[in-house]
Nanobody, 118 residues
Framework: QVQLVESGGGMVQPGGSLRISCAAS????????MGWYRQAPGKQRTLVAR???????NNVDSVKDRFFISRDNAKNTVYLQMNSLRPEDTAVYYC????????????WGQGTQVTVSS
C-alpha cells in the first residue's frame, strides 16, 4: 500500500510559477511510474506529465516546455515545476503511482488545488 500526499498548491497570477510535490510513504517510490494528472471543474481527469521508474518523461502538448516533472527517489518524492501558468491550468492536481509490473498497484493522492487568476 502506498500513501501519496500532494502539497504546494495555491493561487498564482498568470505567467507565474509554482512547484507542487507528492510525498510517498509505505513503499519505495523507485518501483513506480509516477504521474501528475489534473481535473478542472466539470471536466475529466487528464494526464499532465509522467515519469517512469527508469526516468523517462512524457508531457502532454499543452504543458510542454512549461511544466517539468522530476523525482527524488531518496526523498520518495515527485515534483511538478509549473512555469508560465495560464488561467486554463486551473485545476485540482493529483499524483498517481503505478507499478509497471503489477497493474493493480495503482494509487492516487487526495489532490492539491492550483488556481491561476489575476
Amino acid at each position: 500500500q502506498v500513501q501519496l500526499v500532494e502539497s504546494g498548491g495555491g493561487m498564482v497570477q498568470p505567467g507565474g510559477s509554482l512547484r507542487i510535490s507528492c510525498a510517498a510513504s509505505g513503499s519505495r517510490l523507485s518501483l513506480y511510474d509516477m504521474g501528475w494528472y489534473r481535473q478542472a471543474p466539470g471536466k475529466q481527469r487528464t494526464l499532465v506529465a509522467r515519469i517512469t521508474s527508469g526516468g523517462r518523461i512524457n508531457n502532454v502538448d499543452s504543458v510542454k516546455d512549461r511544466f517539468f516533472i522530476s523525482r527524488d527517489n531518496a526523498k520518495n518524492t515527485v515534483y511538478l515545476q509549473m512555469n508560465s501558468l495560464r488561467p486554463e491550468d486551473t485545476a485540482v492536481y493529483y499524483c498517481n503511482a503505478q507499478r509497471p509490473d503489477v497493474s493493480w498497484y495503482n494509487y492516487w493522492g487526495q489532490g492539491t488545488q492550483v488556481t491561476v487568476s489575476s
